[in-house]
């Protein structure tokens, strides 16, 4: 009865690989967001699609991008990791986009060496 | 750039203890929500408050939405070390365009 989940948990790559993240919500919701914690535990959204339909899109490395085949999936791709891109990443689903209540996945962990 | 300032940042406790933490802005949000993180796992959503000095509570917890919505409390009575976690204060608002953001966090370790 998963709600929002996400592959793979644990994720360690070489530096330069490519590598990508999926997440699937059963919720029904319109819309689904990628975050990224860091170390001190601050969480910053990179991404949110609404209706399959990029609605924020926040200062990141073009090396990012997501994709939505539909509704309730919202992939990550990284392409030429970098050991900066080494954090946790979020994957969350909401109701609407001007619904402020979230409920996140699991997490994946990257770490890139 | 907009901020949501917690504190304290860290904050360690015994068990039965009362506690407090802040969330801050200079921003207006138009919604508010609490959530607790655990090791391992995303956030958790606790609860949302939506209307200037509007309270609600969640059995020991207590939240509180500034009058002017641009800040929040949350108050935790008789703390339990189930209650240990990271606590996040999150907030809606519009800044030409919708905006979510993240409070900077605070962790909670409640001592048995």
């Known amino acids: 009865d998963t709600a929002v989940s996400q592959t793979p948990k644990y994720l360690v790559t070489q530096m330069g690989n490519d590598k990508s993240i999926k997440c699937e919500q059963n919720?029904?919701?319109?819309?689904m967001y990628w975050y990224k914690q860091d170390s001190k535990k601050f969480l910053k959204i990179m991404f949110s699609?609404?209706?399959?339909?990029?609605?924020i899109n926040e200062t990141v490395p073009n090396r990012f991008s997501p994709k939505s085949p539909d509704k309730a999936h919202l992939n990550l791709h990284i392409n030429s990791l970098e050991l900066g891109d080494s954090a946790v990443y979020f994957c969350?689903?909401?109701?609407?986009?001007?619904?402020?209540?979230?409920?996140f996945g699991p997490g994946t962990r990257l770490t890139v060496l | 750039t907009q901020l949501l300032k917690q504190s304290p940042q860290f904050l360690s406790i015994q068990e039965g203890e009362n506690l407090t933490v802040y969330c801050n802005s200079s921003?207006?949000?138009?919604?508010l929500q609490w959530y607790r993180q655990e090791p391992g796992e995303g956030p958790v959503l606790l609860v949302t408050v939506v209307t200037g000095g509007e309270v609600k509570k969640l059995k020991r917890l207590t939240f509180q939405f500034g009058d002017a919505r641009k800040d929040s409390s949350l108050h935790i009575t008789a703390a339990q070390p189930g209650d240990t976690g990271l606590y996040l204060c999150?907030?809606?608002?519009?800044?030409?365009?919708?905006?979510?953001?993240f409070g900077t966090g605070t962790r909670l370790k409640v001592l048995a």
């Open positions: 969350a689903s909401s109701p609407g986009l001007a619904v402020g209540r979230q409920f």
């Open positions: 919720l029904g919701h319109d819309t």
């Open positions: 999150a907030g809606a608002f519009t800044s030409g365009t919708y905006k979510y953001i």
């Open positions: 921003s207006v949000f138009s919604s």
């Open positions: 699609y609404n209706n399959k339909e990029l609605i």
